[in-house]
Nanobody, 131 residues
Framework: QLQLVESGGGLVQPGGSLRLSCAASGSTSNYYNIGWFRQAPGKEREGVSCISSSGKGLMYVGSVKDRFSLSRDIAKNTVFLQMNNLKPEDTAVYYC????????????????????????WGRGTQVTVSS
């Protein structure tokens, strides 16, 4: 069984930066895409970004493109979400999730129902962007 733990959330002013981490443990030998999702109060959970199991596939949704970036440390089984130029509308609980897949070079977090393919979830970390 795969376990995911997020960390790195917090309170930041508009224009600031945060780096979220997603540490995986357990059955990490399978092919897993890692996706980041977020959920603001009163809103549906939405996809933000993903990295494929090979690292060759990356995706960012339009609202975070050019501000967020993904990287990973394979030795530590950790994926990082670097968030720059944060805006109040980025405020949400951020979750990382894993999608087991036979296709190591592609990933996606859209359309919205794609979320069902992600079968392993962390508990989330709160990101608040406010002055």
């Amino acid at each position: 069984q795969l376990q995911l733990v997020e960390s790195g959330g917090g309170l930041v002013q508009p224009g600031g930066s945060l780096r979220l981490s997603c540490a995986a443990s357990g059955s990490t030998s399978n092919y897993y895409n890692i996706g980041w999702f977020r959920q603001a109060p009163g809103k549906e959970r939405e996809g933000v970004s993903c990295i494929s199991s090979s690292g060759k596939g990356l995706m960012y949704v339009g609202s975070v493109k050019d501000r967020f970036s993904l990287s990973r440390d394979i030795a530590k089984n950790t994926v990082f979400l670097q968030m720059n130029n944060l805006k109040p509308e980025d405020t949400a609980v951020y979750y990382c999730a894993a999608e087991e897949t036979p296709f190591p070079d592609v990933c996606s977090v859209q359309p919205q129902n794609r979320i069902r393919r992600y079968g392993h979830w962390g508990r989330g970390t709160q990101v608040t962007v406010s002055s």
